[in-house]
C-alpha cells in the first residue's frame, strides 16, 4: 500500500510540552503535506515539504523530510491546548493528482 | 473568500432512499476531490477531477455511487440506492494546483437508517 502510515496513533501530552509525530511510506513521493482535522471539521492545511526539502518551518512547526528512509515527521513546539486535534501526513506522488492520506495521529494537549 | 462549499451539512436517510452531496470548490481551482472519512477505514478518495473531467474513480466503492461536475463551480456525488454501510462523513476539496495544497470543505455528515 502506497498510504502513509502514521505513529503514534494516540498522544497525549502536557501543554508547553512539544509534540512529534512520524509519517512512514514506500513509495517515490512529490511532495508530502501536513494537515490538522479539529473534531467534526475538514482538515486544514499545515504544510508542504517537496521531495528535495529536507526540513521546513512554519511558526511552531518544524516538518523534517528523508527520503532515504521515506519518513517525515511533524514537531510541534510549545503546544497549547488548542492544537488538539488529529493530524495527517499526504503524500503526492509524480504523475498523478492523487493524495494519499496517512491514518492519522491523534493529539491531545492537557492544560 | 468563502472556502469549499459543501451542502448539506448533515443528511439522514433510510436505507435505499437517493443521496445527493453537493460541492462548491474555490473560485479558480480546477482539481476537485471526493473524500469519505469513517472511523474503520479512515480517510479514502472516492474520485477527483481535473478541468471537469473524472481523472481517477477507482476508489468508488460500487456503481450506487456516482460524481459529476458539470462546470468549474459545481460537483455532486450521489449514491443510489443508500445503505447503512454508507454512513460517514463525506468531504469536497479542492487545489488550485495538482498536487499542491488542497482546502477541504466542512463535509457532510450521512446517516442511513
Known amino acids: 500500500s502506497q498510504q502513509g502510515e502514521e505513529d503514534p496513533q494516540a498522544l497525549s501530552i502536557q501543554e508547553g510540552e512539544n509534540a512529534t509525530m512520524n509519517c512512514s511510506y514506500k513509495?517515490?513521493?512529490?511532495?508530502l503535506q501536513w494537515y490538522r482535522q479539529n473534531s467534526g471539521r475538514g482538515l486544514v492545511h499545515l504544510i508542504l515539504?517537496?521531495?528535495?526539502?529536507r526540513e521546513k518551518h512554519s511558526g511552531r512547526l518544524r516538518v523534517t523530510l528523508d527520503t532515504s528512509k521515506k519518513s517525515s515527521s511533524l514537531l510541534i513546539t510549545a503546544s497549547r491546548a488548542a492544537d488538539t486535534a488529529s493530524y495527517f501526513c499526504?503524500?503526492?506522488?509524480?504523475?498523478?493528482?492523487?493524495?494519499?492520506f496517512g491514518t492519522g495521529t491523534r493529539l491531545k494537549v492537557l492544560a | 473568500d468563502a472556502g469549499v462549499i459543501q451542502s448539506p451539512r448533515h443528511e439522514v436517510t433510510e436505507m435505499g432512499q437517493e443521496v445527493t452531496l453537493r460541492c462548491k470548490p474555490i473560485?479558480?481551482?480546477?482539481?476537485l476531490f471526493w473524500y469519505r472519512q469513517t472511523m474503520m477505514r479512515g480517510l479514502e478518495l472516492l474520485i477527483y477531477?481535473?478541468?471537469?473531467?473524472?481523472?481517477?474513480d477507482s476508489g468508488m466503492p460500487e456503481d450506487r455511487f456516482s460524481a459529476k461536475m458539470p462546470n468549474a463551480s459545481f460537483s455532486t456525488l450521489k449514491i443510489q440506492p443508500s445503505e447503512p454501510r454508507d454512513s460517514a462523513v463525506y468531504f469536497c476539496?479542492?487545489?488550485?494546483?495538482?498536487?499542491?495544497?488542497?482546502?477541504f470543505g466542512p463535509g457532510t455528515r450521512l446517516l442511513v437508517l
Open positions: 476539496a479542492s487545489s488550485g494546483t495538482p498536487g499542491e495544497t488542497q482546502y
Open positions: 513509495t517515490s513521493i512529490n511532495n
Open positions: 515539504i517537496r521531495s528535495n526539502e
Open positions: 499526504a503524500l503526492t506522488t509524480s504523475g498523478t493528482y492523487k493524495y494519499i
Open positions: 473560485s479558480g481551482h480546477n482539481s
Open positions: 477531477f481535473n478541468n471537469n473531467v473524472p481523472i481517477d
